[in-house]
Structures are given as C-alpha cells and as structure tokens.
C-alpha cells in the first residue's frame, strides 16, 4: 500500500490562495492516480480533481474546474492541489488519495482542514 501525508492547509481568507500538498510513500511505484477530495462537516466527501501518475492527465469535476489545479511530481513523489479564489463554501477537509489501478482509490492519507473566512 501506498501512505500519504496532505499538507498545506489553514485559514484563509475570501478570495486567497492556498497550495496543498501529498506526500507519498511505501509501495509508490504501485501508483496508478492521485485523486483529491473533500469533505464539508455534515457533508459527504466530494471529488475534487484526479491526475494520472504515468501520463499527467488530469481530470476534474465540472464543479472545480477553473479555480482548483492539480498537479504532481514524480520524481519527489508528490502531488499538489492549487486553490484560488478561495471561498467560505470551499471549507472542509481535504484529503488525498491514490488508485493502484482503474478499480478506485484504496489509500488515503488523513486529511488537512481548509477554513475559508468571509
């Protein structure tokens, strides 16, 4: 299995940019995609954006297109979230998570907390 670490999250105000980060490690080269989601309290976990750790294709829910980029490093085993225009809306948890193949996502590091302030 693949462990990740998300970091790179706090408070921030409306309209501010904040970078997230996925630290991977263990059985990496078992990476298929890296994925980000989130979680709202009281919410269910939603789809942020997905990216290909072979290829760099990425893929990214109609509702995060245009603020939220993702990206990756292969070499240092890592994976980015860029957020712009940041809104109170977009407060949750943040989690990263890694697909060993086309089935789903079956690693997922623990999540860092996002607070957007109006």
């Known amino acids: 299995q693949v462990q990740l670490v998300e970091s790179g999250g706090g408070l921030v105000q409306a309209g501010g940019s904040l970078r997230l980060s996925c630290a991977a490690s263990?059985?990496?080269?078992?990476?298929?995609?890296i994925g980000w989601f989130r979680q709202a309290q009281g919410g269910e976990r939603e789809f942020i954006a997905s990216?290909?750790?072979?290829?760099?294709?990425?893929y990214y829910a109609d509702s995060m297109k245009g603020r939220f980029t993702i990206s990756r490093d292969n070499a240092k085993n890592m994976a980015y979230l860029q957020m712009n225009s940041l809104k109170p809306e977009d407060t949750a948890i943040y989690y990263c998570?890694?697909?060993?193949?086309?089935?789903?996502?079956?690693?997922w590091g623990q999540g860092t907390q996002v607070t957007v302030s109006s």
């Open positions: 998570a890694a697909a060993s193949g086309p089935s789903g996502y079956d690693s």
């Open positions: 263990g059985r990496t080269f078992t990476k298929h995609a």
């Open positions: 990216i290909s750790w072979a290829t760099g294709n990425t």
